[in-house]
Nanobody, 117 residues
Framework: QVQLVESGGGLAQAGGSLRLSCAAS????????MGWYRQAPGKEREFVAAISWAGGSTYYADSVKGRFIISRENAKNTVYLQMNSLKPEDTAVYYC??????????WGQGTQVTVSS
């Protein structure tokens, strides 16, 4: 099956930036859209951003539009999330997966992002 390894999280101040990476290996899904998702404490996992296979189309949740940028390098099976103008409400564990993804799909460990005010 596919393995997903997210990295790049950490502690940032409000207004700061972080860049997340997600490396996929194993039996990847071929030409598939990829997405970033996040789960804050006590909340359901939610969609953050998605990108088409060729990278020509991107989609963002309203809460991150204009601040986050999703990109991908297919040759490296890697997806990125550039997060700018971070807010405390962006604090969550961030996951990548195919898009769309469901609760029953395989999920990696995620990477913790904590934004202090």
């Amino acid at each position: 099956q596919v393995q997903l390894v997210e990295s790049g999280g950490g502690l940032a101040q409000a207004g700061g930036s972080l860049r997340l990476s997600c490396a996929a290996s194993g039996r990847t899904w071929g030409r598939h859209s990829m997405g970033w998702y996040r789960q804050a404490p006590g909340k359901e996992r939610e969609f953050v951003a998605a990108i088409s296979w060729a990278g020509g189309s991107t989609y963002y949740a309203d809460s991150v539009k204009g601040r986050f940028i999703i990109s991908r390098e297919n040759a490296k099976n890697t997806v990125y999330l550039q997060m700018n103008s971070l807010k405390p409400e962006d604090t969550a564990v961030y996951y990548c997966n195919k898009h769309p993804a469901t609760k029953t799909d395989y999920w990696g460990q995620g990477t913790q992002v904590t934004v202090s005010s």
